[in-house]
């Protein structure tokens, strides 16, 4: 048990949240945020630091994030002043990004909470996209739920 505890106190002492993203790292500013390779110009806003990673997982896009530490919620009384909304409003201030990428869960409060910050990011020269939804790769449309399938109708693409 003694090794478990010390690593779990080596990671309190040494582990640091992002002033900029959000994300946890050992630096500050984050090795991500600090990466002059990666573009720009481009943010993708996820709910928390999984999901970050969960994107770099990919390693399709070398872009910056932005964790919110959550999304909004009525039933648990998540409201925007409790997420990480304001410092990326600092960050798009300044002028060099010029793409926001909302990858927020396809859910209610994750569907609620990208409205919310479409709503905001209007007053921002920004394009704002929406990671695509709809059927997962080798699904079965009988297994699919009908939300899933009416999604999937509403955003097909020409071949």
């Given at each position: 048990?003694?090794?478990?505890?010390?690593?779990?106190?080596?990671?309190?002492?040494?582990?640091?949240v992002?002033?900029?993203?959000?994300?946890?790292?050992?630096d500050?500013?984050?090795?991500?945020?600090?990466?002059?390779?990666?573009?720009?110009?481009?943010v993708?806003?996820?709910?928390?630091?999984?999901?970050?990673?969960?994107?770099?997982?990919?390693?399709?896009?070398?872009?910056?994030?932005?964790?919110?530490?959550?999304?909004?919620?009525?039933?648990?009384?998540?409201?925007?002043?409790?997420?990480?909304?304001?410092?990326?409003f600092?960050?798009?201030?300044?002028?060099?990004?010029?793409?926001?990428?909302?990858?927020?869960?396809?859910?209610?409060?994750?569907?609620?909470?990208?409205?919310?910050?479409?709503?905001?990011?209007?007053?921002?020269?920004?394009?704002?996209?929406?990671?695509?939804?709809?059927?997962?790769?080798?699904?079965?449309?009988?297994?699919?739920?009908?939300?899933?399938?009416?999604?999937?109708?509403?955003a097909?693409?020409?071949?």
């Amino acid at each position: 048990m003694l090794p478990l505890i010390q690593a779990l106190q080596n990671v309190a002492d040494n582990i640091r949240v992002c002033p900029i993203c959000g994300n946890f790292d050992t630096d500050e500013p984050c090795h991500i945020c600090t990466d002059l390779s990666r573009e720009q110009e481009t943010v993708c806003v996820v709910r928390d630091v999984a999901d970050l990673w969960a994107m770099e997982r990919v390693g399709l896009y070398k872009v910056q994030y932005h964790v919110l530490g959550g999304i909004l919620s009525a039933l648990d009384g998540i409201t925007p002043e409790d997420l990480n909304m304001e410092s990326l409003f600092l960050r798009l201030k300044q002028g060099a990004i010029k793409e926001v990428i909302l990858a927020l869960p396809a859910t209610i409060d994750g569907q609620i909470t990208a409205h919310y910050m479409l709503s905001r990011l209007k007053e921002y020269p920004v394009k704002v996209t929406t990671l695509a939804q709809g059927l997962p790769l080798g699904a079965e449309l009988d297994y699919m739920d009908d939300g899933t399938i009416q999604l999937a109708l509403s955003a097909r693409k020409e071949i």
